[in-house]
């Protein structure tokens, strides 16, 4: 005899009875009755003053629909939506007829559990496990969300990503961009590579994705090509400063497409890589003397502080010093700006914290990662995501950056830019 090795789980009541539940449920159903039945009553007084040949009110309650049941995050629940009949007609002959916003035609499953799924797949819940992780937060009801379901969300992610990418943007500004290319550990199907996104912040201080494109992330021309396309949509005005890392091809494509824009590089990525080129034994020290630098209150304090880096570690790592010393006006860009922005304008962490939840569902991916579902996938959680993103600091200070106001060590001038 065989003899399995996996232990099985018992679920919370494992789906008997629970008087808390049904008593959640009762209350929910009688709720969605309730609030169905206002909807109708409102609809039908504001057709009033409408009647019929023999003078009665055309519009009257006309019995129910069949009874179907909701998939919902606390499980089934039951509703009946009620019929409306109109005892005339339009001067076309037409009749007018009764939709519920809260529960229209054919809807099966809550928007909650609509963005339970991608939510699922994207944290790595395979297409093959989908029924049994439903039954386990839905109950046995939720037979019907299958892998099949999954797979024709992917389709439908895919459609929703082409119509974004097209979207017009003439009505937007942005202040500050974030620009960054992120591998996975899943392999691209074709020759892409990665991921290219950039993320802005408006004149608001609202954050949104911009582009999201796969493709090289050291080649300017797969930049370029990303950037042109921004503006070919309408962003015609230059963000007033860009982050990103120093290896990006974005550089080379921002002074072609967008050469009025200031550059701000990573501090997280520099810092990795100049620690990268010094012994293990020295990253400690080293990495607080590079945090002494970029947290310096002043412009002429990260100065010394820089310089001091470079006497202290100059001789015996160059190579290291050097990757620090060739971009030191751009590190310290974020200086020329409002002090309120700099904890959000000196990393590119906007896009890093949102990646790591696509890398893992990567991860989970076997082989090769079809293009059309790894883009179909980064979009549907970026927009996710961006729901909980919160503003950014001082907000008000944006149309201050815009007018041109000249910043300096974070505080504003009194004078105006030349």
Not at 198 to 209: C, L, R
Request: aromatic share 10%; net charge positive.
């Amino acid at each position: 005899m065989a003899k399995s090795t996996v232990v099985p789980f018992e679920l919370p009541s494992d789906f008997s009875p629970d008087p808390l539940t049904e008593v959640i449920q009762a209350g929910a159903k009688e709720l969605l009755r309730a609030a169905v039945q206002a909807e109708v009553s409102a609809f039908i007084a504001e057709h009033a003053n409408l009647l019929d040949e023999e003078g009665r009110q055309r519009l009257v309650r006309h019995g129910f629909l069949p009874e179907r049941e909701m998939m919902t995050g606390i499980g089934m629940v039951p509703v009946q939506v009620p019929r409306v009949r109109d005892r005339g007609s339009n001067e076309d002959g037409s009749k007018i007829r009764f939709r519920s916003s809260l529960v229209p035609p054919y809807l099966r499953k809550a928007k909650s559990v609509e963005a339970l799924l991608p939510w699922l797949y994207l944290k790595g819940i395979s297409t093959g496990d989908f029924s049994e992780a439903l039954a386990a937060l839905l109950g046995p009801e939720a037979e019907g969300l299958s892998s099949s379901t999954i797979t024709r969300l992917k389709a439908t992610w895919w459609e929703e990503y082409e119509a974004w990418r097209k979207r017009d943007l003439k009505s937007k500004r942005y202040v500050y961009i974030w620009a960054d290319g992120v591998y996975f550990t899943s392999r691209l199907d074709g020759d892409r590579q990665c991921m290219l996104v950039i993320i802005g912040a408006d004149e608001y201080g609202e954050k949104d994705v911009l582009a999201i494109m796969d493709g090289f992330r050291e080649n300017a021309d797969s930049w370029r090509d990303l950037l042109k396309g921004l503006k070919k949509r309408g962003l015609t005005v230059p963000p007033d400063l860009a982050i990103g890392d120093g290896a990006l091809g974005f550089w080379t494509a921002l002074r072609e497409v967008f050469p009025g824009t200031r550059e701000q590089r990573c501090w997280v990525h520099k810092t990795a890589n100049v620690l990268g080129a010094m012994p293990k034994s020295l990253h400690e020290k080293a990495k607080a003397d590079l945090q002494d630098i970029w947290m310096a209150e002043t412009k002429k304090e990260a100065t010394a502080a820089f310089d001091l880096f470079v006497e202290t570690y100059g001789v015996k790592y160059e190579k290291a010093v050097g990757k620090l010393v060739k971009v030191r006006d751009e590190l310290l860009a974020f200086y020329d700006f409002p002090a309120e922005h700099w904890k959000h304008i000196r990393t590119t962490n906007p896009i890093e914290s949102v990646f790591a939840t696509v890398r893992n569902r990567t991860r989970k991916t076997k082989g090769c990662l079809n293009r059309k579902t790894a883009l179909a996938m980064v979009f549907r959680l970026m927009m996710s995501a961006k729901k909980k993103w919160r503003k950014i600091s001082g907000p008000n200070r944006l149309p201050e950056v815009i007018q041109g106001i000249v910043f300096k060590d974070g505080i504003k001038q009194l004078h105006a830019a030349a």
